[in-house]
T-cell receptor, first 115, second 114 residues
C-alpha cells in the first residue's frame, strides 16, 4: 500500500457518459497530480493541485475537469466519454512545496474502459 | 510534450546479468527520477538524482546523470525475475516554483529471462 488511494479500481461505461475518479493523497502530502496512461501515448500529465489550488495544467481535454477539496482528496471528472478515453488514470501525491522533493507516490490507478 | 526518452524501448536479458537503460531529455532540470511499473500497476519511485549530483546508488541500482549531455542511465546489477517491469525516467524541469509537475518518458520494458 503506497498510501495513495484511488477509487474505483475498474470502471466500464458507455460513450457519452460521465464518470468521477477519486484520489486520496498520502498523509501529509499537499500536492496531487493526475496522469493518463494509454498504450500509444505513455504517461501524460493532466493537472496538478496544491492545497486546493490548481498549480499546473497539461494535456487535459476541456471535457475533463478536476478539483481538490479542503480535506485534500481530489476528483477527476471525465464527461462526454469517447472510446479513446479508455486508459489507466493515475493519481500521485508529493510533499513538494513543504519539504524536499523525494519523488512522487503513485496510487494503483483506475482502469477506465469506454464501450 | 515528452521531455524524457528512454532507450532501448525493450530489453531482454538473462537472470543474473546487468541491465542498463538510458534516458535523454531536452531542457534543464532540477532533478531526474526513475520509476518502475509492474504490468498494469502503479508506478513505484526508485531513485532521485539532483542536477548537481553525478552518481547515486540504492541497493542494486546505480544511476548516473550527465547534465552536459542531458542524459541519465539506470543500471540494475545481478538482475532477478522480479525486476521484470517497465522503467520510466521522469524529469523535474527547472522553472518556476508554482509549476512543479514531472514529465515522464515512454519507458523501457525490461524482461528478465530465467
Amino acid at each position: 500500500d503506497s498510501g495513495v488511494t484511488q477509487t474505483p479500481k475498474h470502471l466500464i461505461t458507455a460513450t457519452g457518459q460521465r464518470v468521477t475518479l477519486r484520489c486520496s493523497p498520502r498523509s501529509g502530502d499537499l500536492s496531487v497530480y493526475w496522469y493518463q496512461q494509454s498504450l500509444d501515448q505513455g504517461l501524460q500529465f493532466l493537472i496538478q493541485y496544491y492545497n486546493g489550488e490548481e498549480r499546473a495544467k497539461g494535456n487535459i481535454l476541456e471535457r475533463f475537469s478536476a478539483q481538490q477539496f479542503p480535506d485534500l482528496h481530489s476528483e477527476l471528472n471525465l464527461s462526454s466519454l469517447e472510446l479513446g478515453d479508455s486508459a489507466l488514470y493515475f493519481c500521485a501525491s508529493s510533499s513538494r512545496g513543504t519539504a524536499p522533493n523525494y519523488g512522487y507516490t503513485f496510487g494503483s490507478g483506475t482502469r477506465l474502459t469506454v464501450v | 510534450s515528452q521531455q524524457g526518452e528512454e532507450d532501448p524501448q525493450a530489453l531482454s536479458i538473462q537472470e543474473g546479468e546487468n541491465a542498463t537503460m538510458n534516458c535523454s531529455y531536452k531542457t534543464s532540470i532540477n532533478n531526474l527520477q526513475w520509476y518502475r511499473q509492474n504490468s498494469g500497476r502503479g508506478l513505484v519511485h526508485l531513485i532521485l538524482i539532483r542536477s548537481n549530483e553525478r552518481e547515486k546508488h540504492s541497493g542494486r541500482l546505480r544511476v548516473t546523470l550527465d547534465t552536459s549531455k542531458k542524459s541519465s542511465s539506470l543500471l540494475i546489477t545481478a538482475s532477478r525475475a522480479a525486476d521484470t517491469a517497465s522503467y520510466f525516467c521522469a524529469t523535474d524541469p527547472e522553472g518556476g516554483y508554482r509549476d512543479d509537475k514531472i514529465i515522464f518518458g515512454k519507458g523501457t520494458r525490461l524482461h528478465i529471462l530465467p
